[in-house]
């Protein structure tokens, strides 16, 4: 089975940009939707990003768009998700998911996500 794995969380300060990697172990996500996910501490898990499998189509939480960038390059399996201006709240484990089946207006829905990283911590704070 395909595995995902998350890179480049860590603590930066607010305000401050950081760029999360995920690795497909093999090509058979170059078809699915990939999708970014945040879970804060005592929250429940909630969309940021997600970009169709041609990067033709991406989507965004409110909360992130005009900082947040999200691509992908086929070729090496990877998708990643450049974010900006870093805010405290932000702080959260990020993660990198994928859709093999999902339609347009459904990128948000998390159940529609059938493969899942182990996560990256971002912090962010002083």
């Known amino acids: 089975q395909v595995q995902l794995v998350e890179s480049g969380g860590g603590l930066v300060q607010p305000g401050a940009s950081l760029t999360l990697s995920c690795v497909a172990s093999?090509?058979?996500?170059?078809?699915?939707?990939m999708g970014w996910f945040r879970q804060s501490s005592g929250k429940e898990r909630e969309f940021v990003s997600a970009i169709n499998y041609n990067g033709g189509r991406t989507e965004f939480a409110d909360s992130v768009k005009g900082r947040f960038t999200i691509s992908r390059d086929n070729a090496k399996n990877t998708v990643s998700l450049q974010m900006n201006t870093l805010k405290p709240e932000e702080t959260a484990i990020y993660y990198c998911?994928?859709?093999?089946?999902?339609?347009?207006?459904?990128?948000?829905?998390?159940?529609?996500?059938?493969?899942w990283g182990q996560g990256t911590q971002v912090t962010v704070g002083s």
């Open positions: 093999d090509d058979s996500l170059s078809r699915a939707t």
């Open positions: 998911a994928a859709a093999d089946k999902i339609r347009v207006g459904q990128y948000l829905r998390e159940y529609k996500y059938n493969y």
